[in-house]
Every structure is written in structure tokens, then in C-alpha cells.
């Protein structure tokens, strides 16, 4: 059974930073692209930033780029997604997800979802 368990997020000022982890489990890690995408309230679930399954590339919605990176450690079966420079509207709920091979800034394109973890950015 894939789980993906996020973690990390929480309450920050604007101009703060979070790191979110996403800890992947009943799946062989290295074989996977991850992804982050979030939600806000009334809103679709867009696409914020993905990894290879090297994570030698990597791509970022350009709202972000700059301010977060996404990393992994395949050894601990974990993506990362340090958020630096917060602002208000990156308040959204975060999922991370796991595509089989490739990289991928899809929805549609994701095997398996995380449950999410809420970021609040107050200004």
C-alpha cells in the first residue's frame, strides 16, 4: 500500500520560511518523480514544483521560483520543499505526489497523492 504522509506545514508570517516533507512508503522511491501542488480555498489544485527521480531536474510554477526548492533523499524516502520569502498568497493547502518515471507538472499525470498539510501565511 503507497502512503505519502506530509508534514511541516503550519503558521508564519509573511517573509517567513517553512519545509515541508513528504515521507514515501510501499513504493521503490527512486523509480518515482515527486511533485508538490496546492490548493487554496475555492480554488483548483495547481502545480507548484517537481523532481526527478535523481532529482538532477526540476521544475517550478514561476510564482515560486526562486523562493522555494525542492529536493529528495532517496535513501530516506523523502521529497522536501523548502519555502522561503513567504507571502499571503501562498496559503494553501500542499499535497505532495509520486509519478511513475519522469518528471511531471500535471495533475492528471500523478499515481499516488499525500493528504496534504495546510501552510498559512498571515500578513
Known amino acids: 500500500q503507497v502512503q505519502l504522509v506530509e508534514s511541516g506545514g503550519g503558521l508564519v508570517q509573511a517573509g517567513g520560511s517553512l519545509r515541508l516533507s513528504c515521507a514515501a512508503s510501499?513504493?521503490?522511491?527512486?523509480?518515482?518523480g515527486m511533485g508538490w501542488f496546492r490548493q487554496?480555498?475555492?480554488?483548483?489544485?495547481?502545480?507548484?514544483?517537481?523532481?526527478?527521480?535523481?532529482?538532477?531536474?526540476?521544475?517550478?510554477?514561476?510564482?515560486?521560483?526562486?523562493?522555494?526548492?525542492?529536493?529528495?533523499?532517496?535513501?530516506?524516502n523523502t521529497v522536501y520543499l523548502q519555502m522561503n520569502s513567504l507571502?499571503?498568497?501562498?496559503?494553501?493547502?500542499?499535497?505532495?505526489?509520486?509519478?511513475?518515471?519522469?518528471?511531471a507538472?500535471?495533475?492528471?499525470?500523478?499515481?499516488?497523492?499525500?493528504q496534504g498539510t495546510q501552510v498559512t501565511v498571515s500578513s
Request: hydrophobic share 30%.
Open 26 to 32: 510501499g513504493l521503490t522511491f527512486s523509480n518515482y
Open 40 to 76: 487554496a480555498p475555492g480554488k483548483e489544485r495547481d502545480f507548484v514544483a517537481a523532481i526527478s527521480w535523481s532529482g538532477g531536474n526540476t521544475y517550478y510554477t514561476d510564482s515560486v521560483k526562486g523562493r522555494f526548492t525542492i529536493s529528495r533523499d532517496n535513501a530516506k
Open 87 to 103: 507571502k499571503p498568497e501562498d496559503t494553501a493547502v500542499y499535497y505532495c505526489a509520486a509519478v511513475l518515471a519522469g518528471i
Open 105 to 114: 507538472t500535471l495533475r492528471d499525470e500523478y499515481d499516488y497523492w499525500g
